[in-house]
């Protein structure tokens, strides 16, 4: 697929993303691990991110970030599949990271509120 076209979601893509994210907000030895990663810091600040991305629709954010950057390795789905391979934890840390920064800005810049940096 080349770099210019949008990812094209439907709902089962959509409702894919919420499960898998719900799923990695859910696994605490996973967060552990990211907090072990990226740190304390950057763990608190993707909290608060969260909690400002779950109150709006986050199948629609995901499809908004994966698409305004390019990004189909920020999908949950996609972050939660390299999440249960040892090998591949440490970059699904980053992504989720990532993910919920981009997803936290662009939920700021649909309701007027300012994602934790």
Not at 23 to 44: H, I, N, P, V, W
Not at 57 to 70: I, K, P, Q, S, T
Not at 85 to 108: H, I, K, P
Request: glycine letters at 6%.
């Amino acid at each position: 697929m080349p770099d210019d076209e949008d990812v094209v979601f439907d709902d089962a893509m959509r409702e894919s993303d919420v499960s898998a994210l719900s799923k990695l907000m859910a696994d605490m030895s996973f967060q552990e691990r990211c907090s072990k990663t990226c740190g304390a810091e950057k763990m608190d600040q993707f909290r608060a991110n969260h909690r400002k991305v779950e109150s709006g629709d986050v199948g629609r954010v995901v499809e908004a970030v994966v698409n305004l950057y390019g990004a189909p390795h920020l999908r949950p789905s996609t972050i939660l599949e390299k999440a249960a391979d040892e090998n591949a934890a440490t970059g699904a840390c980053w992504s989720l990271v990532t993910f919920m920064q981009y997803a936290a800005a662009r939920s700021a810049a649909e309701g007027g509120v300012a994602p934790a940096s």
